[in-house]
């Protein structure tokens, strides 16, 4: 064989093995590289874990206490509320619990009656509102919220609960009721009404009851 060749063969499989060099040491690096971001990430993900955990936590215990204030402010400290972490299927959740004089209510409607789901129901409503982070405008409408509200002193304060909670809130409360008693904390009341259920007449109260 000719030298010529042979030494051509020889610079070609030189060049050849640099350039299978050069290629192994980027995957070596590439490898390295895809190592650190997969450690960078599971790194993130328990981070964003942690983050969501203790705001998760934040949230509950927040509105577990404005949930138990509005309860004690109305009916006294023998009723507390609180949501309970569970896992169910693998997937965790949070399970309301209504607590009657330091025992879990399971059946709240002859364990406590309406009224007391009528109070829980608004504050955690108005809660979850405060808390979200897209609010819609200030604004809340009730609608016979409180229609199983019976009594004149716990109507008086339920009402003044609905007054402390729209100012701290910073919302406006718009209670639609029939029962009068209600009516006790509110700056303005409007009484509307029906003539043969075709005419509807509105008529402002000159004079809140409390202010």
């Known amino acids: ?78 009723y507390n509320f609180e949501f309970r972490k569970r896992i169910q299927n693998n997937v965790p959740q949070l399970q309301p619990v209504l607590i009657k004089n330091g025992k879990d209510r399971t059946n709240l409607k002859e364990d406590s009656g309406y009224g007391v789901l009528d109070v829980l129901s608004m504050v955690l409503l108005l809660t ?28 008086y304060k339920t009402s003044e609960m609905i007054k402390k909670i729209s100012e701290s809130m910073g919302v406006q409360i718009i209670l639609i009721s029939c029962d009068d008693l209600l009516r006790s904390a509110a700056d303005k009341v409007f009484f509307v009404w029906q003539v043969n259920k075709e005419e509807t007449f509105v008529e402002e109260e000159q004079m809140a009851l409390s202010q």
């Open 128 to 155: 979850v509102w405060s808390i979200a982070f897209k609010k819609t405008r200030p604004i809340m409408f009730l609608d016979e919220t409180a229609k199983y509200i019976h009594g004149k002193e716990i109507a």
């Open 1 to 78: 064989m000719d030298l010529r060749i042979i030494r051509n063969k020889i610079t070609e499989t030189k060049t050849l093995k640099g350039n299978l060099e050069r290629e192994i040491t980027d995957l070596n690096q590439e490898i390295t590289d895809l190592n650190e971001y997969g450690l960078n990430l599971i790194k993130a993900r328990e981070i964003v874990a942690s983050t969501i955990l203790v705001t998760q936590t934040k949230v509950v215990s927040y509105i577990n206490e404005v949930a138990c204030l509005g309860l004690h402010s109305v009916f006294g400290e023998r």
